[in-house]
Every structure is written in structure tokens, then in C-alpha cells.
């Protein structure tokens, strides 16, 4: 039915008629299935019972609320506050200062609302010193007056710098700005699955430099100035990258950006915005990656406004627009100081016939671009659903338990025939033997944060998780030290069709060997969002070995920060590994990635800093059999090498839209190959105040570089594992593991 009614409609002048009818008509079968929420628990602080706040929209509840924040996580209290629903109306701001590994839980988003009933301009909850925190299923609603509902600003002088910090399933509205960064750091902030609207400046704001990897996912924006932004509400900094998220009717545009990094934007939809995308970074450049969204617009604006020098990487976007727009659907003219910008296109549809670019670039990438298309089916502009409370059996565990304490709860959980909740209480445990999680346990173990700690104090060669396959548990919350003598996690899968492993928020640091190893896959999904791994000072931080095949599984990785290893990334036997949106910062003496035996490696959008002048490589790819593939990423790494050796012929290169920050010449590549086996294109140098074009080098032929980058468009953040009946499908949300031997350890068993 759907293509004669394409046929059909595609006639009509103003082709939004078509999006219109599609919108409202179409099934809403793309919808994803709803995650799961897990609470309250009786250690978490009740802030109605505990301080006797009211929440009835009409009392002034600041005080009670200010006084449970100045208690929590202190003296032995819980770390966790949990707010009942109602109306909590305040009148001056919230402050929380110096605190780390604590959450503040509200009952429903829909139902638990903080509002602002203060002066106007001011700010509804300022956090300084805060880390490693989570803050979810809460409305902000700043009443018309409210200059910013969340402000993290750490002034770098307190304890504890506002990092490692999520939000999930929160609305912000009617305020200047949602959530925003200070003026020091910020940094690696995970926002899922939150609302803003009216947000009168910006729904997300990042105001400084190093507040950096914000990562965004699924969430949804409609009627804001703004959704997120580095300049606005005043000129800031930082870098951001949004997932699978809705932008509806925002009247300036859903993305302003001025200061320059790298920047992502993937699998989104923007809805008859004033624009999608508003870039003036005349100057200097950013490698920005706009990859498989979905833009819609009857508006005669600039869809995608540019006035950066690029590269700015379009891949697979659809932009359905009026043909009769008196405008282009994307602009990118900037000759600042003599200079041309850099553009690649590949695999772009537009359904206008005319006016599809304007640009002054002296080298634009076209490929596989179609226009005049009939317009797509599209689906519903819809909020993505919170968390849904469950209610399972629940087995209380508190940190006077030894081993076979908690192995005893797991054994008669995993006897039961539904899913069953082990709850840590906050609090540190001994772990002496191993926990073994049955075969097709459906137990979630959650914790308190991460105030749950497990240490291990048994021997060596184990670890304090074992999972067996099938696994069907989550584990939520949870901080767990191997001690340097044993893996933290231990995954035992046999791989089967169907299986998946997924994390979000895993924090994996200080591994003896690996922060995460992976060993033998072929058919299972494995997939890491926001995964921040770092301090392998000795070994490999994330190690891939495939199955000695081509049919390796791809070990996707959306969302990364890393510091201070060793070497990051390794893949042999055909491993192989794709990495979206990495912030890498090292050691002088130590490289970000070595290639050595099979596989293959690819990043996309990435800022490698590695600042101190010291003659070394960072990137080393030598006796390698597979491919490298290195799109939008920035170097900072001043005197140091990107060696290339593949006198065997077996290995190929691409370089594409990298921006050198240190260097004005092509000397930081050292490269020894056949010239149809590499490809250096779209690069670019930084140095002071201005940006400038590299020649192009190597195969410079448009099917290497598709081939090269086949793996970057298949592998689509949107995309979901398909699991079957008895399948493994194991989560980690928001996990720390630290100090183990294999933090994270994945290994095929037969």
C-alpha cells in the first residue's frame, strides 16, 4: 500500500503534504522494546519519610531537599536519594559540592517534579565536585524564570571534578538551559533517553574546553532555541555527539557549534527545525561526522549552515526538503584567509532537484549522492519510552555476606522461574572464591551506585564473576576490583546465533593485562556505548582476537574516552573492531593503537592527544594483514609518527579528514607501501590561527575509499541485536571494574 501511495503523492508540489500523511499513517513498528527500571530499595534514603519534605507543589520544600543533598553518601548514609512523586516547589538553588559515587532517583519522571518558584535567572541545582553520579527519572520544570536547571560546574578547586556522570530518563523544561557545563572541565557525561522543552537558550550547553565527551542518546528536544550547543547561552567549548534522537521544531537549530573539536551526529531526525545543523568556526576546523539521519523541513532555510573548513563528513543522510526552497539544502563557503574548506559526500539522498549544495571547497568528495528522490517513509516523531518499573522477587545482600553468602542468593535465585533482583546494599565485599552465575540465570544484580564495591581477596587465576552461557543476567551498578589478581568479569559464551553482549557506561580501569580482552567470535552482537577504559600501563587496554576467519563478529564501540595506556587497541587472528567518538589522551613513551597479525581496524571521530615533544609513534601499523581506516580524527601529537609498513602487500590505509594540530607538513606520516594500498585524502593542518589543506596522497581512486569505508556505513548506532530463544543476552549498565587482571574478560567456550 505504502509505495501507490508514494507513487501517488510524489506528484504533489509541496512534497510535506507527503511527510504529513506518512507521519500520522504510518504503524509505529519501529518502536524499540522498553528498558527496564529496578526500585526503590530500603537502603535508599526516602526524602518525604527521611526529611519530611512535603511535595504537594504549594510548600516550600528547598530546605528539606538541601538538607537531604548535604547528608547524602556522608557519615555511612546511603549514597542513593530517592524522591517520592509529587511537586516539589523551591525557591533558592540546590548546591551539592564535593561528592562522588552517589544518585538522586526520583519514583516516575512524568509524575516527580522539582519546580522553580524563585528569583528569575537563577539556577535550580548546581553540583561542584560531583562525580561518578547519576541523576534520573525527575522533571526539572523551571517555571518560565529559571536560567538553568542542572548546572555542573566544577571551579577546579574543590575534590572530585564532574566527571563520569548520567542522566537518564529526565525532563527539563520551560528554562534558559537543561543541563550545562562550567568553566573547567565536565567531562564524559552519558545523557539517555531525557526530554527537553522550551528550553529558551539551549536544552544542553557545554561552556568550556575540556567539557568533553557528552555523549547523547535517545533523547528528544522540541520548541528549544537550541538543543545542544558549545556556544550558546555565551561563546564556550567542548565536544558532544548525539545518538538516535529526536529534534522537533527548534527555532534556531537543533546543533550550534563555534568552537572547533571533532563532532558526531548519528541516526537522528530532525522535524521541521529552523535548521539542522549551524557551524561558524571561521577560523580553524572541526572533523564533524553527520552520518544516517533523517532531516526533515518545509522551512527556506539552509538545512545543514556551515562556515567551518572541514572535513565535514556526510554519509548515508536523507533530507527531505522542498524542491521549491530558495535556499541550498547544505552550505559550506568560508575562504577565510585564503583558505578552502573540506567536504566528503558519499551516499546522501535528496528528495530536491536543485540547490542541493553550495560550497567553496576546492575538493569535494561526491559519491553515490541522489537527488530529486521520492521522499522516504518515515517514523513517528515520538519521545523514545522511559524505563518501566518492574517488579520482581527481590533477595537483599548486604557487605557482611562473605562468598558463599552471596553464592547461596545466586543458587536459589537462579532455581526461580521468573527474573529476580539481588540488591547490594551500599557498602564493601570480600570476595574470596568466585561467584558463579547458572546458566540461564535471569537475576539482575544491582547495586547502589557505584558505593557497592566488591573486592577480590582470593587467590589468583579467577575471577569475582563467572558468567556461564547461556547468560541472562544484568549486572547494574556495580564497582568490582579484581586486586590485581583476578579477571573482574569473567564471560564464558558459546557463541551462537543470536547471542549478545551489551554494555553501557562500562568504566574499566587499571588492567594488568587488558581493561577488556575478547577471545574467538564469529555470531555474537558485541556492543559497548560510553565505554571509558583506561591505565593499562603494561598491557593492551582493549584487545580483540577473532577466529583465525574472515567472519570475525565486529566489537562496536559508540561513545569512548581513554587515558594513559599502555596501547589501546590490538586485533589479531581477524579480530576486529570499530570505534565511534574516541577522546584519547597518553603518556609521552606510549602509543594509541599497534597493529600487528590480522583484522580489522576502524575509527571514526576521535581527538588523540598526545602532547608532549617527544620523537616516537603513536600509531603503529606494521606486519599487519587487514584494513586501518582512520576518518575525522584529530592529532595532537607533536613530533610523533603514524608509521605505515606493509611490504607484504596484505594491509591497506585510509587516512580521511584527520587534522594535524602540530604539524604544517605531511612528515608526521611515515609511510612504506605500494601507493594502491594506502589513501591519505581531505586532511588538513592547524597551527595558531587558521586551518589549511594537505595534498592528497596514495590510491586516489573513489572505489578504495568506498571500499575502505564499507564497515563505517554498515554499522549504524540504530541498529539492535536479534536474539532468539535461549540466546545469550547478557547487560552491564554503569559497571566499574578496576585493578583486574582482565577487567572485562570474553571468552568463546565450546
Known sequence: MILSLVNIISSMKNIFYFILFLTFILPLSLKAQQDEWYGPFDSWINLKQAYHAVGDGVNDDTQALQAALDDLGKNNQSPVLFIPKGTYRITATLTMQTR???????????????????????????????????????????????????????????????????????IFKNVGVGLKSGANMDAEFSIRRCRFYNCSSAGISLQNPNALDWWIWDCYFENCYTAAANNLPANGAGNFHIYRSIFNASTFADISLSNSNFFSFRDNISYNSNQFIYASQFSNTSPITIQHNTIISNKNNIAANL????????????????????????????????????????????????????????????????????????????????????????????????????????????????????????????????????????????GDDLSSFFRWTGKTNDAVFVVNYPARCIFRNLKIDGNAMADGILVKDNDAPGNSIYANELLVYGGKQTNLLINGFSNTDLRFENLQHNYCSKGTSVLVNGNDKKNSSLVKIFGCAAIANANAYSVAKNGRIIVYDQWYEDNPDTSFIKLRGSGEFVIDGAKIANTKKMSSTFIDIDSFAGKAVFAQVIYNAPNKKIHFGNTSSKASLLAIGTLNWTDSTMNCYDIQSNENKYALINNRYNIGRGSYELPDKGNLSIDFTKDMLSTLRKTLVSDKPKSSKGSSQLILSRVMLQNGINNLHIEKTE
Open 100 to 170: 562522588t559515587c552517589i544518585a538522586i532517583i526520583g519514583e516516575d519522571p512524568l509524575t516527580t517534579i522539582i519546580k522553580w518558584d524563585g528569583a528569575e535567572k537563577q539556577k535550580m541545582f548546581l553540583l561542584n565536585g560531583v562525580s561518578y553520579s547519576e541523576y534520573s527519572r525527575l522533571t526539572w520544570d523551571g517555571n518560565g524564570k529559571a536560567f538553568v536547571a542542572v548546572a555542573h560546574e566544577w571551579d577546579g578547586k574543590v575534590r572530585f571534578a564532574n566527571s563520569g556522570t548520567q542522566h537518564t530518563d529526565e
Open 307 to 446: 562556515f567551518t573548513k572541514g572535513n565535514v563528513l556526510f554519509l548515508d543522510n536523507t533530507f527531505i526538503t522542498q524542491d521549491s526552497n530558495r535556499n541550498y539544502v547544505i552550505s559550506n563557503v568560508d575562504e577565510f584567509k585564503g583558505s578552502h574548506p573540506n567536504l566528503t559526500m558519499i551516499g546522501n539522498s535528496f528528495t530536491s532537484k536543485r540547490k542541493q549544495l553550495k560550497t567553496s571547497s576546492s575538493k569535494t568528495i561526491d559519491a553515490e549522492n541522489a537527488y530529486g528522490v521520492v521522499a522516504p517513509a518515515i517514523p513517528s516523531i515520538t519521545p523514545k519510552p522511559f524505563e518501566k518499573l518492574m517488579k520482581y522477587p527481590v533477595y537483599e545482600a548486604e557487605s557482611r555476606m562473605n562468598a558463599d553468602d552471596i553464592q547461596d542468593l545466586i543458587d536459589k535465585a537462579a532455581k526461580q522461574k521468573t527474573k529476580v533482583i539481588i540488591h547490594f546494599t551500599f557498602g564493601n565485599y570480600n570476595i574470596s572464591k568466585s561467584l558463579n552465575i547458572p546458566a540461564g540465570a535471569q537475576i539482575v544484580f544491582i
